[in-house]
T-cell receptor, first 108, second 114 residues
């Protein structure tokens, strides 16, 4: 089983839609969780950390479910500029590892 | 610029040649990671350092790959006897060791083996 698994998509959604991505992780000792955003031919950049209590940043909401070992990202009111690949990552007693990413295309 | 810096940005080399990439992390970060990324895939972990100690190297892709961080500051990744399959983006990232602190990436070195 891969350490971090994501649905690669692509998710094609209209502007204004709400879209959700899930990510599962295999290491129950994982302690830190992140969502990164990567634009085409650019380096990944942190979108948000994911805390046990869940957290929200504007249109973005991240949730952690330790019992089921998954994290989620919800994007509300999608914008064209949200089109990118979203990478899930975890670390803990292992180094920071990433999923393959989920590609999102927001369409006008 | 106080971000993570990688050099060179692009490298074209012939099969069989050796290449070396450099990464300068954010100065106060003591963790440094190397990843490889190919089209349509996420960053694939290769190795990482805490200060000058290499904590994990079993995931280096083959014995042709090696990395160093001799003084706990910059790091180098070397690929010996390059093969066409080594063509990829090589990403470096750095972080502190505090919990829940993210890693910051450099812009990467794009390697093309011809």
């Amino acid at each position: 089983r891969k350490e971090v698994e994501q649905d690669p998509g692509p998710f094609n959604v209209p502007e204004g839609a709400t879209v959700a991505f899930n990510c599962t992780y295999s290491n129950s000792a994982s302690q830190s969780f992140f969502w990164y955003r990567q634009d085409c031919r650019k380096e990944p950049k942190l979108l948000m950390s994911v805390y046990s209590s869940g957290n929200e940043d504007g249109r973005f909401t991240a949730q952690l479910n330790r019992a089921s070992q998954y994290i989620s990202l919800l994007i509300r009111d999608s914008k064209l500029s949200d089109s990118a690949t979203y990478l899930c990552s975890t670390s803990g007693n292992t180094p920071l590892v990433f999923g393959k990413g989920t590609r999102l295309s927001v369409i006008a | 610029d106080t971000g993570v810096s990688q050099d060179p940005r692009h490298k074209i080399t012939k099969r069989g040649q050796n290449v070396t990439f450099r990464c300068d992390p954010i100065s106060e970060h003591n963790r440094l990671y190397w990843y490889r990324q190919t089209l349509g895939q996420g960053p694939e972990f290769l190795t990482y350092f805490q200060n000058e100690a290499q904590l994990e190297k079993s995931r280096l892709l083959s014995d042709r790959f090696s990395a160093e961080r001799p003084k706990g500051s910059f790091s180098t990744l070397e690929i010996q006897r390059t093969e066409q399959g080594d063509s990829a983006m090589y990403l470096c990232a750095s972080s502190s060791t505090e919990m829940n602190t993210e890693a910051f990436f450099g812009q990467g070195t794009r390697l093309t083996v011809v």
